[in-house]
Every structure is written in C-alpha cells, then in structure tokens.
C-alpha cells in the first residue's frame, strides 16, 4: 500500500533515536509535508517527544512508494 501525501494524518511511522527502532509517532495536529520542515512527535512506544524532519520522511516514503510500483 503506498503512503499518499495528499490526506490528512496525525501519525508516521520512523525511526525513533531512544528505542532505535522504526516506530509510530503520533502529532498533535495532521502533519502538512508541503508547508512543514519539522514537527514534534512522541514516539507510542517510548513516549518520549522527537524533533521529526519532515522532508526527510518524505523522502523515504517516496523512495518506498517507487520501489513498490
């Protein structure tokens, strides 16, 4: 299934610098990868708040979406 950038979510899925591991990150708000460099998350494993760079997220499910077309 491939990640749409266009929909509204609230949660991604990288990789966390405490539990070093890929984990769920929840935002308080719908993350926005057009107008957002970073945004603050909080790791659902761990609990712990991680500065997420955006395009850096971006870039990987774009990488991930083209490896499975």
Partial sequence: MAFT???DIDYIFT???ICWDYKKFLFDNPISFETQSSS???CVN???QQNIN???V???YLNLNNNNN
């Fill in 15 to 17: 990789f966390c610098k």
């Fill in 5 to 7: 950038f266009d929909e």
């Fill in 40 to 42: 603050v998350g909080i």
């Fill in 58 to 60: 971006k870039d990987y």
């Fill in 54 to 56: 955006l395009y850096e």
């Fill in 46 to 48: 761990c609990n712990k």
